[in-house]
């Protein structure tokens, strides 16, 4: 099993629509969580640090559940120019290490 | 303005040769990290480097090596011992243990 998981879609969505990605993880010793945004053939971007209690930046919310091991973001009003693909990212603080999720595939039509 | 500036964004070399791809920072960042992106992979950790004169193997190092000589400057040598070179290789750096990771633009090394 991966270490962090995400379903690779791609997503198709029209314009306006809301949607919603997973990311599961499996050590439950995780201490931090992001997610990014990556453009085709362009270096991730950061979009958002997930907090404990969950967290909103405009139309993205970030969601974590302990419980459960998955974070999740939400997307509403989508635009053309939200397109990309999002990686999750974890980080274990044993070592510093961050992994990162294989990325899922967005794209949202007019 | 602060960043990370990798060079040269496009690289290409012969099998069997060394290459070294730099990576600058002026984020004052104390870690740099160096990862290798494959088409429609996810990214997978090649060195980091937490503090100037000190860095560790991440999931992927044979046939990469690394220095970090200056607090700004991390660059990766890929040997001719890496047998499958090509892809898009990524420098990022962080503040450190919880802080997010900023990326420069990349290196896509192609070998022949």
């Known amino acids: 099993r991966k270490e962090v998981e995400q379903d690779p879609g791609p997503f198709n969505v029209p314009e306006g629509a809301t949607v919603a990605f997973n990311c599961t993880y499996s050590?439950?010793?995780?201490?931090?969580f992001f997610w990014y945004r990556q453009d085709c053939r362009k270096e991730p971007k950061l979009l958002m640090s997930v907090y404990s209690s969950g967290n909103e930046d405009g139309r993205f919310t970030a969601q974590l559940n302990r419980a459960s091991q998955y974070i999740s973001l939400l997307i509403r009003d989508s635009k053309l120019s939200d397109s990309a693909t999002y990686l999750c990212?974890?980080?274990?603080?044993?070592?510093?290490?961050?992994?990162f999720g294989g990325g899922t595939r967005l794209m949202v039509k007019p | 303005d602060g960043g990370i500036t990798q060079s040269p964004k496009y690289l290409f070399r012969k099998e069997g040769q060394n290459v070294t791809l730099s990576c600058e920072q002026n984020?004052?960042?104390?870690?740099m990290y160096w990862y290798r992106q494959d088409p429609g992979q996810g990214l997978r950790l090649i060195y980091y480097?937490?503090?100037?004169?000190?860095?560790q193997k991440g999931d992927i190092a044979e046939g990469y090596s690394v220095s970090r000589e200056k607090k700004e400057s991390f660059p990766l040598t890929v040997t001719s011992a890496q047998k499958n070179p090509t892809a898009f290789y990524l420098c990022?750096?962080?503040?450190?243990?919880?802080?997010?990771?900023?990326f420069g633009n990349g290196t896509r090394l192609t070998v022949t």
């Open positions: 990212v974890v980080r274990y603080n044993a070592g510093n290490m961050l992994t």
């Open positions: 480097s937490q503090i100037v004169n000190d860095f």
């Open positions: 984020l004052n960042h104390d870690a």
């Open positions: 050590n439950s010793a995780s201490q931090s």
């Open positions: 990022a750096s962080s503040w450190g243990p919880n802080s997010p990771l900023h």
